[in-house]
């Protein structure tokens, strides 16, 4: 079979399966449209079925309306910001402060912790991070109270903090140390 043969019936396919979903009454014809061709292009019934393997497990967990159980002797009920932390990112640490240029950065952003260091550099950099617009992420904090003091410090200088895990950032930016601005080039 050709490739585009194997595209037209991958949508052919495609269109029928979300297509038996509607109910009787509410079915409309729809034309289906080649809107891109690559060349080489493959079946993806695996991938059908990977999808329909996760609807499936996410449909039974659903079902299933189990709830959450928390002893009543538990003394941090009912759940605070301040028992979230300490936030802790594994994969990157303090370090020399440093800016990393990316292409497909449009807004820049800083990634800092809560030690002297990327503590420091904000402070030294609250004009030039208000000037350009950048968003700050906190990856480290050791307690609500120091983080919502940073929060407001950092508000009151015009610079806006998120406090979040760095893992996903660290991988996907390879990131190892911070106090980092990340801008486009």
Same mark, same amino acid.
């Given at each position: 079979?050709?490739?585009?043969? $194997? ?11 979300? #297509?038996? @979903? ?15 061709? *690559?060349?080489? &292009?493959?079946?993806? &019934? ?11 497990? *996410? ?8 709830? %959450?159980?928390?002893?009543?002797? @538990?003394?941090?009920?009912? =759940?605070?910001?301040?028992?979230? #932390?300490? !936030? ?7 370090? @020399?402060?440093?800016? %990393? ?5 449009? !807004? ?10 990327? =503590? ?16 700050? !992420? ?5 307690? #609500? &109270?120091? $983080? &919502?003091?940073?929060?407001?410090? *950092? ?25 980092? %601005?990340?801008?486009?080039?």
């Amino acid at each position: 079979m050709s490739n585009s043969t $194997w595209l037209l019936v991958l949508c052919l396919g495609a269109s029928a399966a979300s #297509f038996a @979903d509607i109910p009787a009454g509410e079915k409309k014809h729809t034309e289906t449209k080649v809107i891109y061709e *690559a060349g080489k &292009t493959i079946n993806a &019934t695996r991938y059908y079925s990977k999808i329909t393997l996760i609807e499936e497990k *996410a449909e039974k967990n659903a079902s299933d309306k189990r709830t %959450l159980s928390v002893p009543r002797n @538990d003394t941090k009920l009912p =759940i605070t910001m301040s028992s979230m #932390f300490p !936030i802790r990112t594994e994969n990157m640490g303090p370090g @020399d402060p440093h800016t %990393l240029e990316h292409k497909n950065i449009y !807004i820049p952003f800083f990634i800092i912790g809560m030690d002297r260091g990327s =503590i420091g550099w904000l402070q030294n950099n609250y004009k030039a991070l208000s000037n350009m617009k950048a968003n700050g !992420i906190v990856v480290e904090a050791s307690s #609500f &109270t120091d $983080w &919502t003091e940073l929060k407001h410090e *950092a508000l009151q200088n015009g610079v806006m903090l998120t406090l979040l895990p760095g893992d996903g950032l660290a991988d996907m930016y390879g990131i190892s140390t911070y106090p980092v %601005l990340v801008r486009g080039n």
